[in-house]
């Protein structure tokens, strides 16, 4: 049984930094995605930033590049959002989520991922 379990979120003011931690069980596979997406209300679930577990790379979409950081401590088997000079638009609930690795493989689509954790909160105020 695959668990993802986020903490981390919280309530900043406009230029803050928060990291998020995504800690998985019972995940096995020695290759896969890992991801966060953001879904803020009313709006479609989107992809943050990604990472492949086994050569470390890692995907961001444009609003994140240059401001959020992904990484993952294998020991720990936790995957991390750093988020740097946030910004009210950035207030969602995030999520994590994981797949097994395959080559054909589009990060952002959130029908890829057979795996997510129940969410934890940011919000950034201006």
């Known amino acids: 049984q695959v668990q993802l379990v986020e903490s981390g979120g919280g309530s900043v003011q406009a230029g803050g930094s928060l990291r998020l931690s995504c800690a998985a069980s019972?995940?096995?596979?020695?290759?896969?995605?890992m991801a966060w997406f953001r879904q803020a209300p009313g709006l479609e679930r989107e992809g943050v930033a990604a990472?492949?577990?086994?050569?470390?790379?890692?995907y961001f979409a444009d609003s994140a590049k240059g401001r959020f950081t992904i990484s993952r401590d294998n020991a720990k088997n936790t995957l991390y959002l750093q988020m740097n000079s946030l910004k009210p638009e950035d207030t969602a609930m995030y999520y994590c989520?994981?797949?097994?690795?395959?080559?054909?493989?589009?990060?952002?689509?959130?029908?890829?991922?057979?795996?997510w954790g129940q969410g934890t909160q940011v919000t950034v105020s201006s």
């Open positions: 989520a994981a797949t097994p690795y395959r080559r054909s493989f589009t990060w952002t689509q959130v029908y890829e991922y057979p795996y």
């Open positions: 019972g995940y096995t596979y020695n290759s896969a995605w």
């Open positions: 990472m492949h577990t086994s050569d470390g790379n890692t």
